[in-house]
């Protein structure tokens, strides 16, 4: 009538452990998401470290080209603009990206305070005559003046969808004025 199967655990165990078939394809479906991470992760690095290093160029060039000029117009500062810009290429900078120029005098009491100031458009220019603490007479003798850029550029991760957040590069430069004591701001 009925034949009872016999079943035994441990040779079921040892076939199921012998069987070497699809054995690639489970490894690579444990192995690939890693993979595929770490991948993203490097190239996100390098993108993030190619950015600080193209906005910190960018900067010191910005105020270096400042302080080569006797006196900076309004078309002057728009095109050190257009060139801070252009030097973060391929990096999107149509909206994280703020730059601004200023010259700081030393004062008599030896406070440095600022002569002028222009920002971008998405950023606020320092007040005539603020304070820059920061800025100390062993840096900048008495009735001297340099020029200071700030560039500020918030990078975002192209795999922001894997990796989240944002990173914000900031970097200031001062620069003394290269033909003479001030750089004139006519714009």
């Known amino acids: 009538m ?48 190619m950015a600080a290093r193209k906005t910190e160029h960018a900067a010191a060039t910005i105020g270096d080209l400042a302080a080569q000029s006797d006196n900076l117009t309004a078309a002057n500062i728009t095109d050190l603009w257009t060139i801070g810009g252009s030097m973060l290429q391929p990096f999107d900078t149509t909206v994280g990206l703020k730059m601004r120029i200023s010259e700081v005098t030393m004062q008599s009491n030896g406070s440095a305070t600022v002569t002028w100031s222009k920002p971008t458009s998405n950023w606020t220019a320092y007040a005539t005559n603020q304070a820059m603490p920061q800025i100390t007479t062993t840096q ?28 914000v590069f900031t970097y200031t430069f001062y620069h003394h004025p290269r033909n003479g004591a001030q750089v004139t701001n006519v714009g």
Not at 28 to 48: C, E, Q, S
């Open 140 to 167: 900048l003798p008495i009735n001297q003046s340099l020029i200071m850029t700030d560039i500020e550029y918030d990078y975002a991760s192209p795999f922001g969808n894997f990796l989240p957040g944002s990173t």
């Open 2 to 49: 009925f034949r009872r199967l016999a079943f035994s655990w441990p040779k079921a165990i040892r076939r199921f452990l012998s069987d070497t078939r699809a054995v690639a394809a489970v490894e690579f479906a444990l192995v690939a998401p890693v993979l595929i991470f770490a991948y993203m992760g490097m190239a996100d690095l390098t993108m993030r470290t």
